[in-house]
């Protein structure tokens, strides 16, 4: 097979390092791709949301199938121009039509989807500058802390949590006249909902699924989860409270309901759907959906993941799912980032990286990387990911910190706690 992977992130280089080791695969190409991946395919200069640039190069190079590693590609519509076009709708495209896309596009899509379907989540009301007194009461129902969502994507900046009640009322006031642009023409406000989060990942074919390794990302910059929201800092999987009891109320109350949905909407759904989930005293609830992958939990998922990813994704394809079996390695794998000083505020690119060729017994992935001449350079906020794995979860940490200390670029900075707080 001929596959092209949409994406340049730790995501995509973790998903091309699978996707290499097939037996199915004959050409890998990734678009844009960074330093890591150049050294398992091909990087092609294409643009993820240039579909017409995709469909050319797909053509030219026997393209079978497309892999889409982020979002706006998919909330834009690859799936569709693929689909629709009767010279190259014979190429597979891994990733939810625009429809389905939606449950991430829109917070109110995905609310309103949970509400019909009796899937767990926080109540909610949808605001805009139309109804923003009933907005304001609705603030007023609720208890401190206040939850506002940009309702459209944001590049991960839409959402605020905020405990004065004056505070979160002048920022929905911001949010709808533009503080996310577009993306919060509308927002959503949610009740607070306090626990322990985690992130469940399913591939599905529209009918049948898998449920892949449950991981648990740490988001803010500084230990102790303080400080300012990233990409993401780290993840770890398997997670120890996510047992066989909690992930059955998750397969039973939220995975199955969610693909009958798609189902009785007739909304296409072909590849991933990622629920962010919060364990409320043994209860899961959904806190958002994604429509893909996240990152930097890519990292530790896929390396988890025994049987052949291409073999998945056929299946997907095809529909057929239900009839592979996915087999998962029993270790823990763990992936701590480096990132650039400065991040997720200004930083400066083009540091060069030295010391990746010292790294013993664990996989870098490269997520803001570039190579410019013989040397491979800093290219993003966050720059590498190093993956271990080991037979507990604080042997895989081990092994990455050990690996981590071999490898430095100038104002470098990793958080030295992930996993502080599942720790046995």
Not at 94 to 115: H, V
Request: charge should be negative; charged fraction near 25%; glycine fraction near 10%.
């Amino acid at each position: 097979m001929n596959v092209l992977l949409l994406g340049s992130g730790g995501r995509e280089h973790a998903l091309a390092w699978k996707i290499r080791k097939s037996r199915h695969l004959n050409n890998l190409y990734i678009a844009p791709g960074n330093a890591g991946t150049a050294t398992l395919g091909t990087n092609v200069a294409i643009d993820v949301t240039d579909f017409g640039a995709m469909r050319q190069f797909s053509l030219d190079n026997d393209i079978d199938m497309i892999v889409v590693g982020p979002e706006v590609p998919l909330v834009e519509g690859v799936y569709d121009y693929f689909h629709e076009d009767e010279d190259i709708c014979h190429i597979a495209v891994i990733g939810p039509s625009r429809e389905g896309a939606q449950l991430e596009g829109s917070k109110d899509f995905a609310k309103r989807f949970m509400t019909t379907y009796n899937i767990p989540t926080a109540r909610f009301k949808t605001v805009t500058l139309e109804n923003v007194t009933e907005g304001n009461a609705f603030l007023d129902s609720l208890p401190s802390p206040y939850v506002l969502k940009a309702d459209g994507l944001a590049a991960g900046k839409g959402v605020l949590i905020l405990n004065d009640l004056n505070e979160a009322k002048q920022s929905l006031w911001e949010m709808l006249n533009g503080k996310f642009g577009a993306a919060s023409k509308s927002v959503v406000i949610e009740e607070f909902l306090s626990g322990i989060e985690c992130s469940v990942f399913v591939l599905t074919d529209g009918r049948s699924y898998k449920i892949l390794p449950v991981a648990k990302d740490y988001k803010r910059i500084g230990e102790g989860d303080t400080g300012l929201n990233t990409g993401g800092m780290g993840a770890v999987s398997p997670v120890s409270f996510a047992d066989d009891l909690f992930m059955e109320k998750v397969r039973r109350r939220i995975v199955e309901p969610t693909i009958e949905g798609l189902q009785k909407e007739k909304i296409d759904y072909k590849g991933f759907i990622f629920l962010g989930l919060i364990n409320v005293e043994g209860e899961p609830k959904v806190i958002e959906y994604n429509v893909r992958m996240g990152d930097p939990e890519t990292e530790v998922v896929v390396p988890l993941i025994k049987s052949d990813l291409l073999e998945l994704f056929t299946a997907v394809a095809t529909e057929t799912l239900d009839e592979k079996v996915l087999e998962i390695d029993d270790r823990y794998a763990v992936t701590v980032m480096m990132v650039s000083g400065g991040y997720p505020g200004s930083y400066e690119n083009g540091k060069i990286i030295e010391g990746l060729n010292d790294v013993e017994d664990s996989i870098v992935f490269h997520a803001g990387t570039k190579n410019v001449g013989d040397k491979i350079v800093t290219s993003g906020g966050r720059v590498l990911s190093v993956t271990s794995y080991g037979k507990t979860m604080d042997e895989a940490l081990g092994a990455s910190y050990k690996n981590i200390a071999k490898i430095h670029f100038e104002n470098g900075y990793f958080r030295k706690d992930i996993g502080f707080d599942l720790s046995i």
